[in-house]
Every structure is written in structure tokens, then in C-alpha cells.
């Protein structure tokens, strides 16, 4: 293959969306796993319709759309809930990202970034991933960010993190760490360091390569036949 995935992943408040959009500026394509997840659960599809039959209708818009958060509400005291709507909707998310991927192989993209905020908490994942990105910040900035951000007292924000692998582990699971707990100038070279380091990665180099000998290859035998047909 001429080209590879990247997983993208951070925490919550730590700046990954702002990151990222950095790279879609730069051309990059992206694939964003929160989006999926909305949209394959839109009314009429498969996930929608299970969903709705084990959760109830309570967890209804009046337009017929799921509320995400009294969904939300629901799954984040019920582990055991929790598990049943990841197993109803990540069969759904994964098919979408891979009809995705293709898309991109097709275009010719060299590489790929795959959105995932819960990359590594579900580390099914990462071993179809050449390198994994993880978008940091200190715990004290992470607090600070997300009580400012969504309005919470210190325990509110506190049991959110609580939620999630924290970003020390998840930093030790990484390829690459991208730091955003400083400046935002700080954090842009550093996404921009990454880019270049991604696009002039040694591993496209020998795939296109690999390809270019294939290629070479059947032109070769192409030619051999064609002159044995017309002598």
C-alpha cells in the first residue's frame, strides 16, 4: 500500500479538535469518529432502531433523534450500559471508516488520520495504526480547561476525566505526543513539525518504491508481449 493510518486521540479538554483542525488546513484527510458516531445513529438506520429498543423512546428528541445526552446521562453511571451501546454502534462507526479509508487509498492520499477519542482506551485499534498521535496536557491544565469550558465545578470535571485513561498512561502508549499545555504557537509548530515528519515518512518512500518496481514491472512484461504478438 502507498499509504498508512494515523491514529489521533487526547482527552477530554486537552485540545485534539483544535489540533486537528490545524492539519485539515494543511490537506490533510481526516476521519472523525465522533461524526460517525452521529450519523449512524440517525433515525431509520440499524443502530438507531436498536438503540431505541433496548434504551426506550424516553432518550428521544421530539423530532425523533436520540438526545445524546440523556443517552450520555445514562451510560456514564451503567459501565454495563455503556458496553451494550458500544457493541450496538462501534460495527456501525467501523464499517463507515473503512468505506472512508478507501476513499482516500483511491484518491491517493499519502497518509490518514483516524479521529478516535477513545483510540486507546479501545486498543483493538491501534495495531491497524503505523503511528499513534496523542494531543497532551497537564492534569492541572486539563482541569482548568474543562471547568472553564463546560461550566463545572472541580468535582463535576474531576469525575469526567475519572472517566477516561488519563493522559499520563495514554502518553506512554504513543508514537507521538503532541503538548498543548503551553502557548498555542508552541503547540502549532509542533503540529506542523509532525506533518512534515509524516509526509516525507521513510514508509511511503518504500512503499512508492515497491509500487514504482510493480508497475515497471508489468509495463516490462507488457512490452515482451506485445512484441512477440507483432513480430
Not at 495504526?129 to 486539563?142: A, F, I, N, R, S
Not at 502557548?183 to 515497491?210: G, P
Amino acid at each position: 500500500s502507498t499509504m498508512f493510518l494515523v491514529g489521533f486521540s487526547g482527552g477530554i479538554a486537552s485540545g485534539k479538535s483544535t489540533v486537528v483542525a490545524v492539519l485539515r488546513e494543511l490537506g490533510c484527510a481526516v476521519i472523525d469518529a465522533d461524526v460517525i458516531a452521529r450519523e449512524v445513529v440517525q433515525p431509520h438506520l440499524k443502530a438507531y432502531q436498536r438503540i431505541v429498543r433496548y434504551f426506550g423512546t424516553e432518550i428521544l428528541l421530539e423530532n425523533g433523534e436520540i438526545n445524546r445526552e440523556a443517552l450520555g446521562n445514562i451510560i456514564f453511571s451503567h459501565p454495563e450500559k455503556r458496553q451494550l451501546l458500544n457493541s450496538i454502534t462501534h460495527p456501525e462507526i467501523q464499517k463507515e471508516m473503512l468505506k472512508q479509508i478507501l476513499k482516500y487509498f483511491v484518491l491517493g492520499y499519502r497518509y490518514v488520520i483516524l479521529d478516535i477519542p477513545l483510540l486507546f482506551e479501545n486498543n483493538r485499534l491501534t495495531k491497524f495504526m503505523k503511528y499513534t498521535v496523542l494531543v497532551y496536557c497537564d492534569p492541572p491544565t486539563q482541569l482548568s480547561r474543562l471547568m472553564k469550558r463546560n461550566g463545572l465545578s472541580q468535582a463535576e470535571a474531576e469525575a469526567r476525566i475519572a472517566s477516561q485513561l488519563p493522559l499520563d498512561e495514554k502518553r506512554k502508549l504513543a508514537s507521538h505526543v503532541i503538548d498543548n499545555s503551553g502557548d498555542w504557537e508552541s503547540t502549532r509548530r509542533q503540529v506542523l513539525r509532525l506533518h512534515a515528519r509524516l509526509e516525507d515518512s521513510l514508509d511511503f518512500l518504500w512503499a512508492r518504491l515497491a509500487a514504482g518496481m510493480v508497475v515497471a514491472g508489468l509495463g516490462g512484461l507488457v512490452y515482451l508481449l506485445l512484441r512477440h504478438f507483432i513480430s
